[in-house]
C-alpha cells in the first residue's frame, strides 16, 4: 500500500483532518488498507465518521508547487506582489484548453497581451471535471470500471503533452501526471472498499483536471521564454463553506497567502488553477459550479487587477437566447447589475456570485470569443456617466431578456388574508420547509391573494405543504384556494434604471398584447433593473420574440404572406421592394414578406424573400401551393411575432379563411369583397373578434380603391354622424369601359384593353354583371351601420345570358366579341334617345 500511503501524505499537507464514511461489514477490510495512514496515530480506532490526522509530508515527487523554489539572485523588491493597473486576468474555462491546438492558442493569446503582468485562470480541459466526478460515482457504487475511466483521464493528458510539449518539460509533466495518477488509484481503491466518498475526498479528486492543465499551459508559455509560474490556488485560495452549496473568499487570509507565494515565486506571469480552493482548516473544495469564474473575479480582486477576461465560445453577452432569437445581437456593454439579472434569469452569462469580487473595486469583465478573436465581445462594468444622454432611446434601457421555463404559479388567495400579519410569513415558511426555490413574488395591494412561482417539480411538495399549513383556514373560508397553475414560463426584460424611463413598460405590454399573449402575473422591483411576467410555457419564445423585435428590430416587425401574386399582388411585392428601406427609416416599421402563395405554388423564406429576385426564386425554389402549410410557415416558423397575411385575390374560399386567422393573432389585409360582402351573419362575425383583440382586420382596398373611404366613414360614426346618403361612382372599371366605349370601338376591344390595364376584377363579368358595385355598396352599407343581404341590392347585369355560364374568364373573353354588335346597338339606341348607357 505504499501508493495509498504516498496519497494520503500528498493529501495531509493540506488536509489537517479528513473524514471517510463507510460500511461497517468493511471495517476490517478498510482498516488494513489504511493501515500506513495511522503509523503516527496508533491510538486512533476505525469507526464510523473516522477522522484522520495528518500524515507524513508527500515525496520529492509532488505535484504541488513549492515554495522554496525560487532563485537567490532575485531581490527583494521583487519578491513583493505589486497590484493594480499592471495586472491583467484572464480565464480560460474548458472548451478554450480542450484540446493540444487549442492550448497553444490560449499560449498565444497570453503572450500577445501587452500587460505587464498577467494572471491566467484555466480549467480542467474539456469534459474532463466530468469524468473525475465519474470516477467517484463509479468507485463509491463499486464499479470496477472506475479503473479504466481513470486510465482514460491519463491517457487524454499524457496525449495532449506529447503533442505540445517536449524534452525535459514533456519528461517533467508526465512524472507528475503518473505519479497523481498513482495516488488517485489508492484513493479511488479507498473509496471502493468504503462504498463512500467525504466531499472533501471527491474535491480533492476532482480538482487534479486543473491541476494538469494549469501545468500543461505553463510550460507550454515557458517554452517560449515567458517568465512564468504555475500557482495551485489551494496554497492561496481561503474559502469558508455556506449552507447553501456555496462557498463565501476569506479575502484578508488568501491576500496574505497570495503575498507569501508570491515572494517565493515571482514572475510576470502566473497560471493558476481555476475552481479549486482550500478551507481555513487547509481541506481541499472547490468553488462549485462555475467555480473557475468565481476564481478569476477573486484574483482579480486580490489582485487589484484593470480588467478580468473571460474567454469562452460565443462572441458575448446577448440580448436574448439566439436558439430562441435569431436575431438576437450582442451588447457592447452591461452594468453589473444587469448582468446579475440576466444571468439569475437563465441567461448564458456569468454566475452572479463572480461578478460580485469585482464589482466592489470596479473592475470591468470582458466577455470574448476565443475563436473569433475579431469580435470586440461584451464589457461589464459600472453604467456610463454619459447613459442620460440617451435615455429617450429605449433600447438602451432594456439591455436584454431572459426566460425560465418549467415553472407553476401558486395562487393562495381568500378574504381572510387581508390586514392578517404573518400570513405571507407563513406561506413561505412552509415553502421553506419542503425546500422549494421561489423563482418570483406577485401580491396585490389589497392583500387578497400571493401568487409565487416554483419550478413545476416542486409544486406538488409546495401545494401539500400548504394544504396542511392552512388546513383549518381553508375550512373555515377564510382562504378560499390553494391554486396550482400549471404549464409557466418566465420572461424578464432587463435594464439599468428602465423601470423609471417613461414609456418601457408600455412598450413591453404593447408588444405582447400584439402578439396575443397573455400576461398571467407580473412582478416588478423597486431595483428598477427588471420587469418580469408569467406566460403560458408554448407563448414564452412567441412573447420573447415580440419584446425583442420591439426593442432591437424596429417599433413593429412584421412578417407577410402575400397570396395572390397576380397584378394586384405582384404590383404590391414591387412597391414593397421599393419602399422597405422608407419604412423602416422613416417610420421604424419593419416587413418581411416571408411567403408569396399563388394558385398552383408558393415560395418560402425564414429570413424573408429577396424582393428583387422574388419572381426568379419563384421559379427556381417554388412548392406546391398548400394554405395551412403557408400560413404555418408565416406565423409560426421563424423570429418575428406579428404576422400579416395581405389577401390579393378575390377568391371566396380564401375569405373563408380569415376568421381562424384573426383568432389565431394574425392580422388580415385585403381588397378581396368577398369576406364583407358575403352573408351577413359571418360579416358581423369577423367585425365582432376584430374588437375583441388586438389583431387588426384592414379592408380600406375593398371600396374606392384604397382612398381612406372606410376609416372616413367609420370616424363620421363614431363622433356621431348620422349617414343619410351616399353617392358616387362605384365602379372604375364600368366608367372606363363606357368613357372608351365610343368612336365606333368594338365593346369587347374595350374591356380587354380594361382587363389587359388592371382595371377590371381578375374576372370582367364580377363587372359587367354589377356585382362588384352590389358589393361595394354592401360594404358601404354595412359599414353605416344597416344590416342588408347581397340579395337586398337591385342589379342590372351587362353580361350577355349565354356567357353567365362559361367556364371560365379567358373562355367569356373569347365568346364576347360574337355580341359586339348587341352592345352597339343598345349605343347607339340609348344616343338617339338622348340618354347615355349606364348600369
Same mark, same amino acid.
Not at 430562441?324 to 448564458?348: C, D, H, P, R
Given at each position: 500500500m505504499a501508493s495509498f500511503s504516498a496519497a494520503v501524505a500528498q493529501f495531509s499537507r493540506v488536509s489537517p483532518t479528513l473524514t471517510l464514511l463507510h460500511s461497517h461489514s468493511?471495517? #476490517?477490510?478498510?482498516?488494513?488498507?489504511?493501515?500506513?495512514?495511522?503509523?503516527?496515530?496508533?491510538?486512533?480506532?476505525?469507526?464510523?465518521?473516522?477522522?484522520?490526522?495528518?500524515? #507524513?509530508e508527500a515525496p520529492s515527487t509532488t505535484v504541488r508547487a513549492s515554495f522554496t523554489d525560487v532563485s537567490p539572485s532575485v531581490s527583494l523588491e521583487e519578491k513583493q506582489l505589486p497590484k493594480g493597473e499592471t495586472w491583467s486576468v484572464h480565464k480560460f474555462g474548458g472548451t478554450c484548453v480542450g484540446t493540444s491546438q487549442r492550448i497553444k492558442n490560449v499560449a498565444d493569446i497570453i503572450l500577445k497581451d501587452d500587460s505587464e503582468r498577467k494572471l491566467v485562470v484555466v480549467s480542467a480541459m474539456s469534459k474532463v471535471t466530468d469524468m473525475m466526478y465519474d470516477l467517484i460515482h463509479k468507485a463509491q457504487s463499486r464499479d470496477e470500471s472506475y479503473i479504466a475511466a481513470l486510465d482514460a483521464v491519463s491517457e487524454k493528458h499524457s496525449a495532449t503533452a506529447h503533442d505540445i510539449l517536449d524534452g525535459d518539460n514533456l519528461a517533467s509533466f508526465l512524472s507528475k501526471l503518473h505519479h497523481d495518477i498513482s495516488n488517485l488509484k489508492a484513493m479511488l481503491r479507498a473509496i471502493y472498499i468504503a462504498g463512500h466518498a467525504t466531499e472533501s475526498f471527491t474535491d480533492f479528486v476532482v480538482g487534479h483536471g486543473e491541476l494538469w492543465s494549469a501545468q500543461m499551459l505553463s510550460l507550454v508559455i515557458t517554452k517560449n521564454g515567458a517568465d512564468c509560474k504555475w500557482m495551485d490556488t489551494r496554497d492561496v485560495l481561503i474559502v469558508n463553506p455556506t449552507g447553501s452549496n456555496q462557498v463565501d473568499p476569506d479575502y484578508l487570509e488568501s491576500e496574505q497567502r497570495l503575498e507569501k507565494w508570491y515572494s517565493l515565486n515571482p514572475c510576470k506571469v502566473i497560471i493558476a488553477t481555476g475552481f479549486i480552493a482550500s478551507t481555513p482548516q487547509n481541506i481541499p473544495t472547490t468553488l462549485k459550479r462555475d467555480g473557475s469564474d468565481f476564481s478569476a473575479a477573486i484574483m482579480g480582486a486580490l489582485f487589484k487587477a484593470r480588467q478580468v477576461t473571460i474567454w469562452t465560445d460565443v462572441d458575448g453577452v446577448y440580448s436574448?437566447?439566439?436558439?430562441?432569437?435569431?436575431?438576437?445581437?450582442?451588447?457592447?456593454?452591461?452594468?453589473?447589475?444587469?448582468?446579475?439579472?440576466?444571468?439569475?434569469?437563465?441567461?448564458?452569462?456569468?454566475?452572479?456570485?463572480?461578478?460580485?469580487?469585482v464589482m466592489r473595486y470596479g473592475i470591468p469583465i470582458m466577455i470574448r470569443n476565443i475563436f473569433n478573436l475579431s469580435a470586440p465581445g461584451t464589457k461589464i462594468c459600472h453604467p456610463s456617466v454619459n447613459d442620460h444622454e440617451d435615455r429617450q432611446n429605449l433600447q438602451n434601457f432594456v439591455k436584454g431578456f431572459a426566460t425560465i421555463d418549467n415553472l407553476a404559479l401558486v395562487n393562495v388567495e381568500g378574504t381572510g388574508m387581508a390586514g392578517v400579519p404573518g400570513t405571507a410569513s407563513a406561506i413561505f415558511g412552509a415553502v421553506k420547509d419542503v425546500g422549494a426555490n421561489v423563482i418570483m413574488i406577485s401580491q396585490a395591494s389589497s392583500e387578497h391573494s400571493v401568487c409565487f412561482a416554483v419550478p413545476e417539480k416542486e409544486v406538488k411538495a409546495v401545494a401539500e405543504a400548504l394544504q396542511s399549513r392552512f388546513r383549518q383556514a381553508l375550512d373555515n373560508g377564510r382562504l378560499s384556494q390553494v391554486a396550482v397553475i400549471p404549464n409557466c414560463s418566465i420572461l424578464a426584460a432587463v435594464g439599468q434604471k428602465m423601470a423609471s424611463t417613461p414609456g418601457v413598460s408600455a412598450s413591453l405590454f404593447n408588444a405582447l398584447a400584439k402578439a396575443n399573449i397573455n400576461v398571467r402575473a407580473i412582478a416588478q422591483g423597486c431595483s428598477e433593473y427588471n420587469i418580469t411576467v408569467v406566460v403560458k410555457r408554448e407563448d414564452c419564445i412567441k412573447a420573447l420574440r415580440a419584446v425583442h423585435s420591439r426593442f432591437y428590430l424596429s417599433r413593429t416587425t412584421i412578417a407577410m404572406g402575400i397570396i395572390g401574386p397576380g397584378l394586384i399582388g405582384s404590383t404590391l411585392l414591387d412597391q414593397l421592394r421599393d419602399q422597405a428601406s422608407t419604412l423602416k427609416e422613416e417610420f421604424n416599421i419593419d416587413l418581411r414578406v416571408m411567403g408569396i402563395l399563388g394558385s398552383k405554388s408558393m415560395l418560402l423564406s425564414d429570413v424573408g424573400i429577396d424582393l428583387a429576385r422574388w419572381r426568379e426564386l419563384r421559379e427556381e425554389r417554388g412548392e406546391v401551393a398548400n394554405v395551412e402549410k403557408f400560413v404555418q410557415h408565416v406565423h409560426g416558423n421563424h423570429f418575428i411575432p406579428n404576422t400579416a397575411l395581405v389577401d390579393c385575390t378575390a377568391d371566396s374560399a380564401i375569405a373563408g379563411y380569415y376568421y381562424d386567422w384573426l383568432r389565431k393573432g394574425i392580422h388580415v389585409v385585403t381588397p378581396n369583397k368577398k369576406a364583407n360582402s358575403g352573408p351577413l351573419d359571418q360579416y358581423l362575425k369577423l367585425r365582432a373578434l376584430q374588437r375583441q383583440s388586438y389583431t387588426h382586420y384592414f379592408y380600406e382596398a375593398t371600396v374606392g380603391a384604397g382612398l381612406p373611404i372606410v376609416s372616413t366613414l367609420r370616424g363620421l360614426l363614431e363622433t356621431g354622424d348620422k349617414i343619410l346618403q351616399i353617392e358616387g361612382i362605384f365602379s372604375g372599371t364600368l366608367s372606363y369601359i363606357f368613357n372608351n366605349f365610343k368612336d365606333g370601338r368594338a365593346f369587347s376591344e374595350v374591356v380587354s384593353e380594361a382587363k389587359e390595364a388592371g382595371y377590371t376584377e381578375p374576372d370582367p363579368r364580377d363587372d359587367l354583371s354589377g356585382t362588384d358595385v352590389a358589393r361595394k355598396v354592401i360594404i358601404l352599407a354595412r359599414e353605416s351601420g344597416l344590416k342588408l343581404e347581397?340579395?337586398?341590392?337591385?342589379?342590372?347585369?351587362?353580361?350577355?345570358?349565354?356567357?353567365?355560364?362559361?367556364?371560365?374568364?379567358?373562355?367569356?373573353?373569347?365568346?364576347?366579341?360574337k355580341f359586339d354588335q348587341e352592345f352597339t346597338k343598345k349605343q347607339e339606341d340609348a344616343e338617339n334617345a338622348g340618354e347615355v348607357s349606364k348600369l
Open positions: 468493511h471495517d #476490517r477490510l478498510f482498516h488494513s488498507q489504511c493501515r500506513p495512514f495511522f503509523l503516527s496515530r496508533p491510538s486512533h480506532s476505525l469507526r464510523k465518521g473516522l477522522t484522520l490526522p495528518r500524515g #507524513r436574448a437566447d439566439p436558439r430562441k432569437v435569431s436575431e438576437a445581437v450582442i451588447l457592447k456593454t452591461l452594468s453589473y447589475q444587469e448582468a446579475w439579472e440576466m444571468s439569475y434569469f437563465g441567461a448564458n452569462v456569468l454566475h452572479p456570485r463572480t461578478i460580485i469580487p347581397l340579395s337586398n341590392i337591385p342589379v342590372e347585369s351587362l353580361v350577355p345570358e349565354p356567357l353567365r355560364a362559361c367556364a371560365s374568364a379567358q373562355e367569356f373573353m373569347q365568346e364576347l366579341p
